[in-house]
């Protein structure tokens, strides 16, 4: 070191020709830039770091004699002299966050950063890094990358978080290369340092991260419903066709009781459109919404946003170049819809880089079927959230190849996943001869009647997941999470049957079969009481089931003790036509748990001005009574229901004597049958151990309690 001097959060640091620079950005959040030849730059500007944080400038230095610290509140940082090296330590200084182990080293055409690596350290980040989550003792290249199979990188983020409790962002646009052995060596191909450096633990540094780069974007309701993409104008594998043929297909989904948001009814390739006011009128009818795909920009937004488009995906021939080019894109796409109508904007984009969460659905491209597609699917979706991207999927069946078992264990798992679309007009059978389209019904049964199971299945879970839409905007944490991020502390969660498996929220695990057999083994399950969701058999984590019974109509899902599942009535196929005089819970009672539901108009930008609605449910289990308590819903948005019913499924308690509300206590039926006709009352099955409650319509501004009374002591 050659020179030290600054003061109030902001530092300017001297090797020879090195110039370095220290600002604080908050107690806990500080930016290190580095340049050999003394000039720093910032290339990236305003792309990726829309508005810079306010410097925190309550600091302090002091001279201890190797180094120099400079101290906030949370942390200190030392610069040490001879030679220069950084190292960041808790507000003790002593317990390091992170260290140095060598100085910045640099060639002519990048510069590393080498740090010690603590002995049970652990790796995570990286953007979408396809066929892993975890990633010590790996190598990870955070770059452009049109590889769409194991060991691609197409969405990845120059951004990763250590277990040790830290989180860094390299500020560039420039390809890096992160090696997480020992000791930790990461670099981007450029000779200057920008990189902001976040303490915490692991979800607090992911929302640090997204707080700086974009937290997700709130998708409409409709995004979360599954989405269906063709080419229908004069589509060479299928002979001469129309736009106005998508309707047809949108048709299918509704004869069929299948759930469908959104098509896409161009491919870009070449397949252009017609008469898109009148094919976006016949969709609405279907309740899904116009969507078009791109190759060449987006040159005719506000015409095709007027006629009906709410949905925009782009394509690699546009936007495959990556970084700064795939981010404008995505801002441009977004905003092309919101510009032009009180919609949000809803857009899917192959390539992208830090920032993309704020703006899209990133999707790990184009690949051909095969039980390792499924497999390595698994932790690659699991992985992009531990870098603040909430959407992250791929086709359903893959894009290039079906095979009606393949597809249906695809579809099954990715029913967990927020944002899913079948991609059409490219696939051949499994021998590469036969053309077959890819709609969930077209392989007859059984595998249209499993398909609609779990379709019909995710659009009931769309308030579980509209709410953690929500909750994903506030914190940056998205919806699908390896075990690791809930379970931190357990080093199983970071083994290989936890690979294979993710958790949807915080409350269902899902353990996909990826393979051509009928039973399950490695089913990892932490602490915790987990029930079977179909059998209703409990299981006490941490444990491991093996020989699992897995028919193709079974996913093993299983639901975490103290769960409470907000879920729209039974036979819902669309957000829009739903019966919004009734919302449903799914309970697993244990000890004292809470819920707060999420709600808005699902379409508008309106929560936006605070046009939104909270819901607390409180459930309270002991051996004498189980109680739940739904308060009152606080705030209010267009459309918002005056009243609703409600129907509880609670399980695993005994059989109640009486259910009492305030009203007094309702009428025990004979059976499900009988519940569903009536108003109220309540029916326990003996078979499954589960207790169905319906309650009559109750005003949404006040709160009202139920109470299983068991008679237990």
């Known amino acids: 070191m050659t020179a030290f001097s600054g003061s109030q959060g902001s530092y300017d640091i001297a090797a020879g020709t090195l110039k370095a620079k220290v600002d604080f950005l908050a107690d806990d959040q500080l930016r290190l830039q580095a340049a050999p030849d003394g000039v720093l730059t910032d290339p990236a500007g305003r792309t990726i770091i829309r508005k810079q944080p306010e410097p925190q400038r309550d600091t302090s230095t002091f001279d201890a004699g190797?180094?120099?610290?400079?101290?906030?509140?949370?942390?200190?940082?030392?610069?040490?002299?001879?030679?220069?090296?950084?190292?960041?330590?808790?507000?003790?200084?002593r317990t390091a966050v992170w260290q140095e182990d060598a100085p910045l080293r640099?060639?002519?055409?990048?510069?590393?950063?080498?740090l010690t690596r603590g002995a049970d350290e652990q790796f995570f980040g990286g953007g979408e890094?396809?066929?892993?989550?975890?990633?010590?003792?790996?190598?990870?290249?955070?770059?452009?990358?049109t590889n769409w199979n194991e060991g691609g990188y197409n969405n990845s983020q120059p951004f990763y978080v250590s277990s040790a409790g830290y989180g860094v962002f390299r500020n560039t646009f420039a390809p890096g290369l992160y090696d997480f052995g020992s000791p930790v060596r990461t670099g981007q191909q450029?000779?200057?340092?920008?990189?902001?450096?976040?303490?915490?633990?692991?979800?607090?540094?992911?929302?640090?991260?997204?707080?700086?780069?974009g937290k997700p974007f709130m998708p409409p309701v409709y995004g979360l419903e599954p989405g269906d993409s063709d080419c229908y104008l004069h589509n060479a594998n299928r002979g001469e066709r129309h736009t106005l043929d998508a309707v047809k297909v949108a048709d299918g989904y509704v004869q069929n009781q299948m759930p469908l948001g959104w098509m896409l009814v161009n491919d870009g390739y070449g397949c252009g459109y017609e008469n898109l006011p009148q094919t976006g009128e016949g969709l609405r009818?279907?309740?899904?919404?116009?969507?078009?795909?791109?190759q060449n920009g987006l040159p005719n937004q506000a015409e095709e946003v007027k006629a009906g488009v709410r949905v925009r995906k782009l394509d690699v021939a546009w936007v495959g170049n990556g970084y700064d080019f795939a981010l404008n894109a995505c801002d441009q796409a977004k905003s092309g819809i919101e510009d032009n109508s009180d919609a949000r904007g809803f857009v899917w984009l192959p390539v992208s880089w830090a920032g993309a969460q704020r703006c899209g659905v990133l999707w790990s491209g184009d690949q051909s079927l095969s039980w390792d597609y499924i497999r390595w699917q698994i932790p690659t979706y699991a992985g992009a959230t531990m870098s603040g991207i909430a959407y992250d999927t791929g086709d359903v069946g893959s894009i290039f190849r079906r095979d009606p078992k393949m597809y249906t264990r695809d579809l099954q798992w990715k029913a967990f996943l927020p944002a899913i679309m079948t991609m059409d007009g490219w696939a051949k059978d499994m021998a590469g001869k036969e053309q077959r389209d890819q709609q969930p019904w077209l392989d007859g049964e059984p595998y249209t009647s499993i398909n609609r199971k779990y379709l019909q299945l995710k659009e009931r879970l769309l308030p579980y997941m509209y709410t953690l839409s929500a909750e994903a905007t506030r914190t940056g944490i998205g919806a699908v999470r390896p075990l690791a991020l809930?379970?931190?502390?357990?080093?199983?969660?970071?083994?290989?049957?936890?690979?294979?498996?993710?958790?949807?929220g915080p409350d269902f695990l899902v353990a996909p079969v990826y393979?051509?057999?009928?039973?399950?083994?490695?089913?990892?399950?932490?602490?915790?009481?987990?029930?079977d969701y179909w059998t209703g058999r409990t299981y006490q984590g941490p444990t491991t089931i093996n020989g699992y019974s897995a028919p193709l109509d079974t996913l093993p899902l299983f639901v975490k003790g103290g769960s409470i599942v907000p879920m729209w009535p039974k036979g819902t196929l669309s957000w829009e036509n739903r019966d919004r005089g009734e919302l449903d819970y799914d309970l697993y009672p244990q000890g004292d748990s809470s819920y707060t539901l999420y709600e808005d108009d699902g379409v508008t930008r309106q929560f936006n001005a605070g046009s939104s609605a909270t819901q607390r449910v409180d459930v309270h289990a002991n051996r004498a009574v189980t109680t739940v308590t739904v308060g009152a819903s606080v705030g209010s948005y267009t459309g918002k229901p005056a009243s609703r019913g409600y129907r509880f499924s609670v399980h695993g308690q005994p059989a109640p004597q009486l259910v009492v509300t305030q009203g007094g206590p309702l009428p025990r039926l004979d059976?499900?049958?009988?519940?569903?006709?009536?108003?109220?009352?309540?029916?326990?099955?003996a078979a499954t151990g589960v207790t169905q409650i319906r309650t009559p319509a109750v005003s949404t501004d006040r709160a009202f309690s139920v109470n299983l009374i068991h008679g237990g002591h």
């Open 486 to 504: 809930e379970y931190p502390d357990d080093p199983a969660a970071l083994g290989p049957n936890a690979k294979y498996e993710f958790l949807a």
């Open 129 to 145: 890094q396809n066929g892993s989550f975890s990633h010590r003792d790996q190598t990870i290249h955070v770059a452009n990358s």
């Open 515 to 531: 393979s051509d057999t009928t039973t399950r083994d490695g089913i990892y399950l932490p602490e915790g009481t987990w029930t």
């Open 285 to 294: 009818k279907d309740h899904a919404q116009l969507g078009l795909w791109t």
């Open 671 to 685: 059976s499900a049958a009988a519940l569903d006709s009536a108003s109220s009352g309540w029916y326990y099955d």
């Open 66 to 93: 190797a180094y120099y610290g400079i101290r906030a509140k949370d942390v200190v940082l030392r610069v040490y002299k001879h030679p220069l090296r950084f190292g960041l330590y808790r507000a003790d200084d």
């Open 106 to 114: 640099w060639s002519t055409s990048g510069l590393r950063q080498s």
């Open 190 to 213: 450029e000779r200057r340092l920008d990189a902001y450096y976040f303490t915490g633990d692991v979800k607090s540094v992911i929302g640090q991260y997204t707080a700086l780069v």
